[in-house]
């Protein structure tokens, strides 16, 4: 057979995505399903997480594993996928819903979405194979469209795994980046050799007329030194959510029954980097080092907007957290800059938890329905 001298770039293949009720968790993905085409910036293939060994093993004459020797199956393993996106404003609360496994929705026109761990509305384990309401549980399959044809991939039943929500000043807008999870792994449920970009239901952009979300707050507070929510210049902030989903059952073909989540704990971590001025320095009343070294906790405060979240694009994050370590940065171009990195936990109050550990609010025009 002959070369080929044709090559494919990263924009010759696509990812789509599609919400689906819980209660089809066990249903295989479609290649007629209407996949929503993400904006990926960097296209990852699927890594299949299979069950397998190898051993040398007695009567070998040799010092080398035999090829009988070895041992692999679909059955029980699972898949992960990269990537990263612009966020988009329909798109930012879908992917965060599906993280944290939670979400509340008020209004209509804009619609007011809440995604949230506090006090008085803990995250809950969900349910995967029970009905989505609000869109939770909240369950992806994934198309994978790959220029060749007859080489597409579709994954079922997929969730995301972790994802980091990146807020940098000097980007100019917020990315989303993270891990897709299957325990999906049999060959009627990881399905390869597909045609897609034939079906019935032609893919479409996630959005049109897609609006980017920017990397800028008209509110940026953080308590400091005993000092109440004191204004801060930054010059990026990001979070990073971890839920340590994993598969669980092995049914007869081998795919997962169900999956665990957050255990033993969903962790959310960040980071902010803020200018070294008159309110966050080393002295007394806005020393940044001083509430590490004391072990305290500290509200951070961030707005897109008035504070209301009642027009499409509005945005409040609220959150408590506990500073990991304290770095400057004299030499920074912008001038010299403090990163502190951090954990959001849960505040308490004679020993019960009590406030808010995290706490978003965006509105958009898309309701969970639309989802």
């Known amino acids: 057979m002959a070369v ?14 599609i919400n689906k009720n819980a209660t089809a968790f066990e249903t295989a993905a479609a290649n007629d399903a209407a ?12 890594v299949l997480n299979l069950v397998e060994s190898g051993e040398i093993r007695s009567n070998n004459a040799g010092m080398v594993e035999l090829d009988i020797d070895q041992f ?8 992960t996928m990269d990537f ?47 009905s989505s309401t609000a869109g939770i549980p909240s369950v992806f399959d994934i198309g994978l469209y ?23 000043m000097a980007d100019g807008r917020c990315l989303l980046s993270g891990t897709f999870y299957s325990g999906m792994t049999s060959s009627s449920k990881f399905l390869v050799e597909q045609t897609l970009s034939a079906n019935s239901a032609a893919p479409t952009l996630s959005s049109t007329s897609p609006t980017q979300i920017e990397s800028y707050f008209n509110v940026k507070k953080l308590d400091v030194d005993g000092t109440s929510l004191a204004d801060m210049l930054i010059t990026a902030v990001s979070f990073t ?6 598969r669980v059952g092995r049914d007869s073909s081998g795919d997962a029954e169900a999956y665990a989540f957050g255990i033993p704990s969903v962790n959310i971590t960040g980071e902010v980097s803020l200018m070294y001025d008159a309110n966050f320095d080393f002295g007394s009343g806005g020393n ?10 500290a509200t951070l405060k961030l707005q897109q907007g008035d504070g209301t979240v009642s027009t499409a694009g509005e945005m409040n994050i609220e959150c408590e957290i506990y500073s990991t370590a304290v770095n400057l940065d004299p030499n920074a171009d912008t001038g010299a800059v403090i990163t ?32």
Not at 4 to 17: L, M, N, P, T
Not at 95 to 106: I, T, Y
Not at 288 to 297: A, E, H, K, P, R
């Open 35 to 46: 996949y929503e085409l993400l904006p990926v910036i960097n296209v990852s293939a699927p």
């Open 72 to 79: 692999r199956t679909t059955k029980g393993g699972f898949i």
């Open 241 to 246: 959510f971890e839920n340590n989903v994993a």
């Open 84 to 130: 990263e996106v612009p966020a988009e404003r329909d798109l930012i609360v879908r992917m965060l819903a599906n993280v944290l496994q939670d979400h509340g929705e008020s209004g209509s026109g804009p619609y007011v979405h809440t995604i949230q761990a506090t006090s008085g509305a803990a995250l809950a384990r969900p349910d995967f194979t029970g």
């Open 4 to 17: 080929s001298g044709k090559v494919y770039s990263k924009s010759d293949f696509s990812v789509g995505i």
């Open 288 to 297: 940044v080092l001083q509430d590490f070294i004391s072990g305290n906790t």
């Open 340 to 371: 502190i990195p951090f954990k959001v936990v849960q505040p308490t109050s004679s020993g019960a938890a009590s406030g808010t550990a995290f706490k978003f609010e965006y509105a958009d025009s898309t309701p969970s329905s639309g989802w």
């Open 146 to 168: 790959y220029p060749e044809s007859a080489q597409d991939k579709m994954i079922t039943s997929a969730v995301l795994q972790s994802l980091t929500m990146n807020f940098d």
